[in-house]
């Protein structure tokens, strides 16, 4: 997991999703922010760095808790 992905990172990200219609998600390898990405996705591609590592913020939540 990449260090810029903190709980405090993710809660935002949860509040935000909760509260408009963006739907946040996060690279593991390279921590770059995603828009779009649904909350239990797992493995897609980073736009960033190409790696299948683009999680969804809630089911990163769940791997960090």
């Known amino acids: 997991?990449?260090?810029s992905i903190t709980r405090a990172v993710l809660e935002e990200a949860?509040?935000?999703r909760n509260s408009s219609l963006?739907?946040?998600g996060f690279c593991k390898s390279?921590?770059?922010e995603?828009?779009?990405v649904e909350?239990?996705?797992e493995g897609y591609e980073c736009e960033s760095c190409g790696e299948p590592q683009?999680?969804?913020a809630e089911e990163?939540?769940?791997q960090i808790a």
Do not use: F
């Open 34 to 36: 995603h828009e779009g």
């Open 1 to 3: 997991m990449h260090k």
């Open 14 to 16: 949860i509040q935000r």
């Open 54 to 56: 683009v999680y969804g």
């Open 39 to 41: 909350p239990d996705a």
């Open 22 to 24: 963006d739907n946040p």
């Open 60 to 62: 990163l939540y769940l």
């Open 30 to 32: 390279c921590g770059h």
